[in-house]
C-alpha cells in the first residue's frame, strides 16, 4: 500500500493564478519529506525538504508547509508561470534503517495555460 | 543543476535482445540507485549501491543487473528484454549522508516490441 498520497492527481490553472498541491502520508518513523519538481522528459529536481521541526519553507514562489502532526504537507505555488507546468511529487523518508527508506507519491501533473 | 547523465535517451528494441542502460555522475556520490517510472504511478526503486562493488535489489522484483566498478558508473543489464520491461528508467545519485536529497539523470524510456 502506498504510504504517500497527492491530491489533485492533475490541476490545470491560468497563468498568474495561485494553487495548492497536497500531500498525506502514513510514513512511520517519519524522517523528512522532499517536493519534486519533474518536467516532461526529464529527471525529478528537488524544490525544498521538510524536517520534523519545520512548519513553512519558501523557495522563490513555492512555499511548503508541513503539519506532522497530521501528516500532511502542501506546496503552494505564487503566481504561477508556464514554467511551473510539470508533475511535483511528494517523497518521505523514513529514519528506520541505514538506507533512509523513500516513499514516492504518484504525483501531480500541474498545467499552466496563459 | 544535475551532473548525471544516462544514455540512450530513447531505446527501442525487439523482444530478447539484450540492451545496457548506461549512467554515470561527475559529482563523486558514493550512493546511486536505478529507479523504474510508469506514466502516472510512483517511482519503483529497482537496484541501489553504496560505493564500489556494493549492489543491492530494490523494493521492485527486476529482470535486471547492475554494476559498480567505478564511483562514477552505474549501469543497468537487461540480459533478454522483454515487452514488460517497457518503462522510464531514472538513474539518481545522492551524498553519503542519511536522506540526502536525489539528483537523477534525464532518463530512458525504452520500448520493447
Known amino acids: 500500500k502506498n504510504q504517500v498520497e497527492q491530491s489533485p492527481q492533475s490541476l490545470i490553472i491560468l497563468e498568474g493564478k495561485n494553487c495548492t498541491l497536497q500531500?498525506?502520508?502514513?510514513?512511520?518513523?517519519?524522517?523528512?519529506l522532499r517536493w519534486y519538481k519533474q518536467d516532461t522528459g526529464r529527471g525529478p529536481v528537488s524544490l525544498t525538504i521538510m524536517t520534523f521541526s519545520e512548519n513553512t519553507k519558501s523557495n522563490g514562489r513555492y512555499t511548503a508547509t508541513l503539519d506532522a502532526d497530521t501528516k500532511q504537507s502542501s506546496l503552494h505555488i505564487t503566481a504561477s508561470q508556464l514554467s511551473d507546468s510539470a508533475s511535483y511529487i511528494c517523497?518521505?523518508?523514513?529514519?528506520?534503517?541505514?538506507?533512509?527508506?523513500?516513499?514516492f507519491g504518484r504525483g501531480t501533473q500541474l498545467t499552466v495555460w496563459p | 543543476e544535475a551532473d548525471i547523465y544516462q544514455t540512450p535517451r530513447y531505446l527501442v528494441i525487439g523482444t530478447g535482445k539484450k540492451i545496457t542502460l548506461e549512467c554515470s555522475q561527475t559529482?563523486?556520490?558514493?550512493?546511486m540507485y536505478w529507479y523504474q517510472q510508469d506514466p502516472g504511478m510512483e517511482l519503483h526503486l529497482i537496484h541501489y549501491s553504496y560505493g564500489v562493488n556494493s549492489t543491492e535489489k530494490g523494493d521492485l522484483s527486476s529482470e535486471s543487473t547492475v554494476s559498480r566498478i567505478r564511483t562514477e558508473h552505474f549501469p543497468l543489464t537487461l540480459e533478454s528484454a522483454r515487452p514488460s520491461h517497457t518503462s522510464q528508467y531514472l538513474c539518481a545519485s545522492s551524498e553519503r549522508q542519511l536522506n540526502e536529497k536525489l539528483f537523477f539523470g534525464s532518463g530512458t524510456q525504452l520500448s520493447v516490441l
Open positions: 500531500c498525506n502520508y502514513t510514513v512511520s518513523p517519519f524522517s523528512n
Open positions: 559529482m563523486g556520490h558514493d550512493k
Open positions: 517523497v518521505v523518508s523514513d529514519r528506520g534503517s541505514t538506507l533512509g527508506r523513500l516513499y
